[in-house]
Protein backbone atom coordinates (compact mmCIF):
# COMPACT_ATOMS: atom_id res chain seq x y z
CA UNK A 1 0.00 0.00 0.00
CA UNK A 2 3.03 2.29 0.61
CA UNK A 3 4.40 1.70 -2.38
CA UNK A 4 1.28 2.13 -4.43
CA UNK A 5 1.41 5.97 -2.81
CA UNK A 6 4.79 6.50 -3.29
CA UNK A 7 3.76 5.51 -6.95
CA UNK A 8 0.85 7.57 -7.36
CA UNK A 9 2.10 10.57 -5.69
CA UNK A 10 4.98 10.66 -8.43
CA UNK A 11 2.72 10.18 -10.93
CA UNK A 12 1.04 13.21 -9.85
CA UNK A 13 4.30 15.76 -10.30
CA UNK A 14 3.39 14.72 -14.14
CA UNK A 15 0.08 14.34 -14.66
CA UNK A 16 -0.84 17.39 -12.82
CA UNK A 17 0.68 19.81 -15.10
CA UNK A 18 -0.17 17.75 -18.11
CA UNK A 19 -3.65 17.96 -17.42
CA UNK A 20 -3.74 21.29 -17.60
CA UNK A 21 -1.81 21.65 -20.42
CA UNK A 22 -3.63 19.17 -22.37
CA UNK A 23 -6.72 20.71 -20.69
CA UNK A 24 -6.38 24.29 -21.82
CA UNK A 25 -6.02 23.30 -25.77
CA UNK A 26 -9.43 23.12 -26.26
CA UNK A 27 -10.16 26.51 -25.04
CA UNK A 28 -6.98 27.86 -26.86
CA UNK A 29 -7.62 26.56 -29.91
CA UNK A 30 -11.23 28.12 -30.22
CA UNK A 31 -9.65 31.84 -29.50
CA UNK A 32 -7.31 31.39 -31.95
CA UNK A 33 -10.03 29.87 -34.36
CA UNK A 34 -11.85 32.85 -34.13
CA UNK A 35 -9.32 35.38 -34.30
CA UNK A 36 -8.15 33.60 -37.87
CA UNK A 37 -11.60 33.40 -39.09
CA UNK A 38 -11.86 37.27 -38.33
CA UNK A 39 -8.28 38.28 -39.72
CA UNK A 40 -9.10 36.52 -43.18
CA UNK A 41 -10.15 40.44 -44.38
CA UNK A 42 -6.85 41.39 -42.55
CA UNK A 43 -3.19 42.11 -44.17
CA UNK A 44 -1.07 38.46 -42.75
CA UNK A 45 0.88 41.04 -40.82
CA UNK A 46 -2.08 41.53 -38.65
CA UNK A 47 -2.69 38.24 -38.24
CA UNK A 48 0.48 36.84 -37.19
CA UNK A 49 1.02 39.73 -35.15
CA UNK A 50 -2.14 38.53 -32.59
CA UNK A 51 -1.17 34.72 -33.73
CA UNK A 52 2.10 35.46 -31.92
CA UNK A 53 0.64 36.88 -29.00
CA UNK A 54 -1.66 34.29 -28.26
CA UNK A 55 1.23 31.56 -29.01
CA UNK A 56 3.44 33.32 -26.46
CA UNK A 57 0.33 33.38 -23.86
CA UNK A 58 0.58 28.99 -24.62
CA UNK A 59 3.47 28.80 -24.17
CA UNK A 60 4.26 30.98 -21.37
CA UNK A 61 2.04 28.45 -19.67
CA UNK A 62 4.02 25.35 -20.86
CA UNK A 63 7.19 27.41 -19.36
CA UNK A 64 5.44 28.07 -16.25
CA UNK A 65 5.21 24.10 -15.72
CA UNK A 66 8.95 23.04 -16.92
CA UNK A 67 10.47 25.89 -14.94
CA UNK A 68 8.73 27.64 -12.00
CA UNK A 69 6.90 24.07 -11.07
CA UNK A 70 9.66 21.54 -11.55
CA UNK A 71 12.40 24.73 -10.08
CA UNK A 72 14.75 23.78 -12.31
CA UNK A 73 18.18 25.82 -12.64
CA UNK A 74 18.90 27.38 -16.02
CA UNK A 75 22.97 28.04 -16.16
CA UNK A 76 23.99 29.86 -19.62
CA UNK A 77 26.88 30.43 -21.00
CA UNK A 78 27.26 33.35 -23.32
CA UNK A 79 25.25 36.53 -23.98
CA UNK A 80 21.81 36.23 -25.44
CA UNK A 81 20.75 39.68 -27.26
CA UNK A 82 18.53 41.59 -25.38
CA UNK A 83 16.58 42.73 -28.36
CA UNK A 84 14.47 40.68 -30.73
CA UNK A 85 16.21 39.47 -33.68
CA UNK A 86 14.91 37.05 -36.81
CA UNK A 87 16.99 34.19 -36.38
CA UNK A 88 17.91 30.31 -37.25
CA UNK A 89 18.27 28.13 -33.79
CA UNK A 90 20.15 25.39 -34.00
CA UNK A 91 20.68 22.82 -31.50
CA UNK A 92 22.27 19.14 -30.78
CA UNK A 93 19.36 17.01 -30.11
CA UNK A 94 18.95 14.34 -26.99
CA UNK A 95 15.15 13.91 -26.09
CA UNK A 96 11.88 15.62 -26.13
CA UNK A 97 12.23 18.30 -23.65
CA UNK A 98 14.78 20.01 -26.08
CA UNK A 99 12.14 22.31 -27.90
CA UNK A 100 11.46 23.03 -24.09
CA UNK A 101 14.98 24.93 -24.43
CA UNK A 102 14.18 26.66 -27.48
CA UNK A 103 11.20 28.45 -25.29
CA UNK A 104 13.41 29.24 -22.44
CA UNK A 105 15.95 31.37 -24.43
CA UNK A 106 13.55 33.25 -26.60
CA UNK A 107 11.86 34.20 -23.14
CA UNK A 108 14.52 35.80 -22.53
CA UNK A 109 14.77 37.87 -25.09
CA UNK A 110 10.50 38.58 -25.51
CA UNK A 111 10.32 36.17 -28.07
CA UNK A 112 8.43 33.47 -27.60
CA UNK A 113 5.54 34.15 -29.68
CA UNK A 114 8.31 34.12 -32.55
CA UNK A 115 9.33 30.55 -32.32
CA UNK A 116 8.00 27.66 -34.83
CA UNK A 117 9.57 24.25 -35.35
CA UNK A 118 11.17 22.21 -38.03
CA UNK A 119 9.23 19.10 -37.06
CA UNK A 120 9.71 15.23 -38.32
CA UNK A 121 6.81 14.16 -40.63
CA UNK A 122 5.11 11.83 -38.19
CA UNK A 123 4.32 14.84 -35.40
CA UNK A 124 1.85 15.74 -37.62
CA UNK A 125 -0.23 13.19 -36.12
CA UNK A 126 -0.53 14.41 -32.77
CA UNK A 127 -4.13 15.52 -31.86
CA UNK A 128 -5.07 19.12 -32.58
CA UNK A 129 -1.04 20.33 -31.66
CA UNK A 130 -0.34 18.80 -34.78
CA UNK A 131 -2.47 20.89 -36.79
CA UNK A 132 -1.71 24.21 -34.85
CA UNK A 133 2.22 23.70 -35.06
CA UNK A 134 1.79 23.77 -39.28
CA UNK A 135 -0.63 27.20 -38.70
CA UNK A 136 1.93 28.94 -36.69
CA UNK A 137 4.39 28.18 -39.38
CA UNK A 138 5.93 24.93 -38.50
CA UNK A 139 7.57 22.88 -41.13
CA UNK A 140 7.28 18.95 -41.60
CA UNK A 141 10.01 17.42 -43.21
CA UNK A 142 10.30 13.63 -44.09
CA UNK A 143 14.31 12.50 -44.38
CA UNK A 144 16.28 11.34 -47.27
CA UNK A 145 14.88 11.25 -50.31
CA UNK A 146 11.32 12.13 -49.73
CA UNK A 147 12.92 15.40 -48.34
CA UNK A 148 10.20 18.36 -49.77
CA UNK A 149 12.71 21.19 -50.50
CA UNK A 150 9.78 23.15 -53.00
CA UNK A 151 7.41 22.79 -50.20
CA UNK A 152 9.45 24.30 -47.69
CA UNK A 153 10.97 26.74 -49.64
CA UNK A 154 7.83 28.09 -50.23
CA UNK A 155 6.33 28.21 -46.86
CA UNK A 156 9.35 29.73 -45.69
CA UNK A 157 9.25 32.17 -48.35
CA UNK A 158 5.52 32.76 -47.34
CA UNK A 159 6.28 33.80 -44.43
CA UNK A 160 8.95 35.79 -44.93
CA UNK A 161 7.03 37.74 -47.32
CA UNK A 162 4.52 38.67 -44.97
CA UNK A 163 6.97 40.34 -42.26
CA UNK A 164 6.54 37.42 -39.76
CA UNK A 165 9.18 37.28 -37.28
CA UNK A 166 11.46 34.26 -37.30
CA UNK A 167 12.88 32.02 -34.14
CA UNK A 168 12.95 28.94 -36.34
CA UNK A 169 14.03 25.85 -34.12
CA UNK A 170 16.03 23.19 -36.31
CA UNK A 171 17.86 19.66 -35.07
CA UNK A 172 20.27 19.31 -37.51
CA UNK A 173 20.82 15.55 -36.21
CA UNK A 174 17.76 14.36 -37.56
CA UNK A 175 16.97 12.27 -34.41
CA UNK A 176 17.90 12.24 -31.00
CA UNK A 177 21.01 11.23 -29.55
CA UNK A 178 20.35 8.40 -27.11
CA UNK A 179 23.84 6.91 -25.50
CA UNK A 180 21.35 3.56 -25.21
CA UNK A 181 21.21 3.36 -29.23
CA UNK A 182 24.85 2.09 -29.75
CA UNK A 183 23.63 1.27 -33.46
CA UNK A 184 22.52 4.57 -34.31
CA UNK A 185 25.33 6.22 -33.19
CA UNK A 186 27.69 3.70 -35.10
CA UNK A 187 25.41 4.17 -38.13
CA UNK A 188 26.18 7.82 -37.88
CA UNK A 189 29.67 7.52 -37.32
CA UNK A 190 29.98 5.27 -40.01
CA UNK A 191 28.34 7.97 -42.51
CA UNK A 192 30.68 10.32 -41.21
CA UNK A 193 33.93 7.99 -42.04
CA UNK A 194 32.29 7.85 -45.68
CA UNK A 195 32.05 11.36 -46.14
CA UNK A 196 35.42 12.00 -44.92
CA UNK A 197 33.80 14.47 -41.82
CA UNK A 198 35.19 14.57 -38.30
CA UNK A 199 33.41 11.52 -36.15
CA UNK A 200 31.50 12.75 -33.53
CA UNK A 201 30.98 11.28 -30.07
CA UNK A 202 28.76 13.05 -28.15
CA UNK A 203 26.24 13.68 -30.75
CA UNK A 204 25.21 12.80 -34.19
CA UNK A 205 26.58 13.66 -37.63
CA UNK A 206 24.41 16.96 -38.62
CA UNK A 207 22.48 16.76 -41.88
CA UNK A 208 22.65 20.33 -43.42
CA UNK A 209 19.86 20.19 -46.41
CA UNK A 210 16.50 21.73 -44.14
CA UNK A 211 19.34 24.29 -42.24
CA UNK A 212 20.56 25.04 -45.64
CA UNK A 213 17.72 25.59 -47.27
CA UNK A 214 16.01 27.44 -44.36
CA UNK A 215 19.55 29.83 -44.24
CA UNK A 216 19.18 31.00 -48.06
CA UNK A 217 15.66 30.83 -48.67
CA UNK A 218 15.33 33.86 -45.97
CA UNK A 219 18.82 34.73 -45.60
CA UNK A 220 17.73 38.44 -46.04
CA UNK A 221 15.53 38.30 -43.53
CA UNK A 222 17.75 37.14 -41.17
CA UNK A 223 20.02 38.78 -38.35
CA UNK A 224 21.67 35.63 -37.19
CA UNK A 225 22.26 31.84 -36.12
CA UNK A 226 21.73 30.88 -32.67
CA UNK A 227 24.19 28.09 -32.34
CA UNK A 228 23.42 26.68 -28.65
CA UNK A 229 24.50 23.17 -27.16
CA UNK A 230 22.40 21.97 -24.15
CA UNK A 231 23.28 19.65 -21.60
CA UNK A 232 21.27 18.02 -18.91
CA UNK A 233 22.82 17.77 -15.63
CA UNK A 234 22.02 14.26 -13.87
CA UNK A 235 22.66 12.58 -16.58
CA UNK A 236 26.31 10.91 -16.16
CA UNK A 237 25.98 7.32 -14.29
CA UNK A 238 27.88 5.50 -11.73
CA UNK A 239 30.25 3.91 -13.99
CA UNK A 240 30.86 7.37 -15.22
CA UNK A 241 29.42 6.50 -18.75
CA UNK A 242 26.47 8.85 -20.24
CA UNK A 243 23.25 8.38 -20.13
CA UNK A 244 20.07 9.37 -21.68
CA UNK A 245 18.61 12.89 -21.33
CA UNK A 246 15.28 13.02 -19.15
CA UNK A 247 12.18 12.62 -21.09
CA UNK A 248 9.33 15.47 -20.59
CA UNK A 249 7.67 13.85 -18.06
CA UNK A 250 10.63 12.73 -16.41
CA UNK A 251 11.51 16.47 -16.81
CA UNK A 252 8.36 17.84 -15.33
CA UNK A 253 8.86 15.14 -12.03
CA UNK A 254 11.83 17.34 -11.35
CA UNK A 255 14.20 14.32 -12.20
CA UNK A 256 16.81 17.37 -13.71
CA UNK A 257 17.93 19.45 -11.10
CA UNK A 258 19.94 21.62 -14.16
CA UNK A 259 20.21 22.43 -17.86
CA UNK A 260 23.49 23.91 -19.09
CA UNK A 261 23.12 25.85 -22.16
CA UNK A 262 25.76 27.00 -24.28
CA UNK A 263 25.07 30.12 -26.36
CA UNK A 264 26.82 31.52 -29.37
CA UNK A 265 25.60 34.31 -31.59
CA UNK A 266 26.82 34.03 -35.12
CA UNK A 267 25.70 36.81 -37.70
CA UNK A 268 24.32 35.20 -41.08
CA UNK A 269 26.83 37.42 -43.18
CA UNK A 270 29.78 34.68 -41.86
CA UNK A 271 27.72 31.63 -43.04
CA UNK A 272 28.83 30.47 -46.35
CA UNK A 273 26.09 30.11 -49.03
CA UNK A 274 27.54 27.26 -51.09
CA UNK A 275 26.27 24.04 -50.19
CA UNK A 276 29.58 22.51 -49.93
CA UNK A 277 31.20 25.09 -47.67
CA UNK A 278 28.02 25.44 -45.36
CA UNK A 279 28.37 21.69 -44.79
CA UNK A 280 31.77 22.09 -43.62
CA UNK A 281 30.61 25.20 -41.52
CA UNK A 282 27.85 23.27 -39.77
CA UNK A 283 30.10 19.98 -39.14
CA UNK A 284 32.47 21.91 -37.63
CA UNK A 285 29.73 24.03 -35.68
CA UNK A 286 29.00 20.49 -34.12
CA UNK A 287 32.69 19.67 -33.40
CA UNK A 288 32.80 22.16 -31.62
CA UNK A 289 29.70 21.08 -29.75
CA UNK A 290 31.15 17.72 -29.25
CA UNK A 291 34.13 18.99 -27.40
CA UNK A 292 32.34 20.66 -25.43
CA UNK A 293 29.76 17.72 -24.41
CA UNK A 294 33.20 15.31 -24.03
CA UNK A 295 34.32 18.25 -21.56
CA UNK A 296 31.08 18.34 -19.51
CA UNK A 297 30.99 14.43 -19.41
CA UNK A 298 34.43 13.48 -19.27
CA UNK A 299 36.90 15.88 -17.91
CA UNK A 300 39.07 14.62 -15.19
CA UNK A 301 39.04 18.06 -13.73
CA UNK A 302 36.77 17.97 -11.08
CA UNK A 303 36.05 22.29 -11.21
CA UNK A 304 35.55 21.11 -15.07
CA UNK A 305 32.92 18.32 -14.97
CA UNK A 306 28.92 19.08 -15.48
CA UNK A 307 29.97 22.76 -16.95
CA UNK A 308 31.33 24.40 -20.30
CA UNK A 309 33.45 26.85 -20.90
CA UNK A 310 33.60 30.21 -19.82
CA UNK A 311 31.56 31.80 -16.45
CA UNK A 312 27.93 30.31 -16.24
CA UNK A 313 25.44 32.60 -14.94
CA UNK A 314 22.08 31.10 -13.26
CA UNK A 315 18.78 32.54 -15.03
CA UNK A 316 15.80 32.28 -13.03
CA UNK A 317 12.12 33.18 -14.80
CA UNK A 318 10.25 35.35 -12.91
CA UNK A 319 6.84 33.93 -11.98
CA UNK A 320 5.40 37.34 -13.43
CA UNK A 321 6.32 36.29 -17.24
CA UNK A 322 4.44 32.73 -16.94
CA UNK A 323 1.85 32.78 -14.17
CA UNK A 324 -0.30 35.48 -15.74
CA UNK A 325 -0.68 32.86 -18.98
CA UNK A 326 -1.88 30.02 -16.65
CA UNK A 327 -4.90 31.97 -15.04
CA UNK A 328 -6.06 33.55 -18.75
CA UNK A 329 -5.94 30.25 -20.27
CA UNK A 330 -7.54 28.48 -17.04
CA UNK A 331 -9.92 31.74 -17.21
CA UNK A 332 -11.05 30.51 -20.58
CA UNK A 333 -11.08 27.22 -20.01
CA UNK A 334 -13.25 26.50 -16.89
CA UNK A 335 -16.33 28.52 -18.28
CA UNK A 336 -16.53 25.76 -20.89
CA UNK A 337 -16.34 22.71 -18.57
CA UNK A 338 -19.14 24.26 -16.59
CA UNK A 339 -22.39 23.75 -18.55
CA UNK A 340 -23.30 20.71 -20.57
CA UNK A 341 -23.09 22.92 -24.12
CA UNK A 342 -19.82 24.17 -22.80
CA UNK A 343 -18.55 20.53 -22.52
CA UNK A 344 -20.08 18.85 -25.79
CA UNK A 345 -18.21 22.00 -27.78
CA UNK A 346 -14.92 21.57 -25.57
CA UNK A 347 -15.23 17.54 -26.59
CA UNK A 348 -16.32 18.86 -30.43
CA UNK A 349 -12.73 20.74 -30.35
CA UNK A 350 -10.51 17.94 -29.89
CA UNK A 351 -12.48 15.34 -31.99
CA UNK A 352 -13.28 17.26 -35.03
CA UNK A 353 -10.36 19.71 -34.41
CA UNK A 354 -8.13 16.50 -34.34
CA UNK A 355 -9.83 15.08 -37.25
CA UNK A 356 -9.80 18.64 -39.39
CA UNK A 357 -6.14 18.90 -38.78
CA UNK A 358 -5.29 15.35 -40.17
CA UNK A 359 -6.76 16.30 -43.32
CA UNK A 360 -5.36 19.55 -43.58
CA UNK A 361 -1.33 19.00 -42.92
CA UNK A 362 -2.01 16.37 -45.59
CA UNK A 363 -3.55 18.65 -48.13
CA UNK A 364 -1.59 21.60 -47.69
CA UNK A 365 1.80 20.52 -46.28
Same mark, same amino acid.
Given at each position: ?6 V ?9 ? $? ?14 ? =?????S???P $? @? ?14 ? +? ?31 H????? !??? $???? #???Q ?19 Y ?10 Y ?9 ? =? ?13 ? %???VI ?16 D?? #? ?6 ? #? ?8 ? +?K ?7 ? %? ?10 T? #?Y ?14 ? %?P???C?E ?8 ? @? ?9 P ?11 ? +? ?5 T ?21 P ?20 ? %??E ?16 ? !? ?7
Amino acid at each position: MLLSLVVHTYSLRYWFP $ATIMLGTAPAYLLSWG =AWRLLSTVLP $A @RVYHKLDDRLYCIYQS +MVLFFFENYTGVEIVIYGDIPKNKENVIYLSNHQCTAD !WII $ADML #AIRQSAIGHVRYVLKDGLKWLPLYGWYFSQHGGIYVKRSAKFNEK =AMKKKLSTQTQSGAP %MYLVIFPEGTRYNPELKNVIADSQ #AFATKEGL #AVLKHTLTPR +MKASHIAIET %MRGHLDAVYDVTV #AYEGTLGPSGRRKPAPS %MPEFLCKECPRVHIHFD @RVDIEEIPPEPVFFRRWLHERFE +MKDRLLTDFYESEDADKIHKFPREGKPSPLKLSKTLPSVLILGGLTLPLL %MTENGRKLYVRTWVYGTLLG !WLWVNIFP
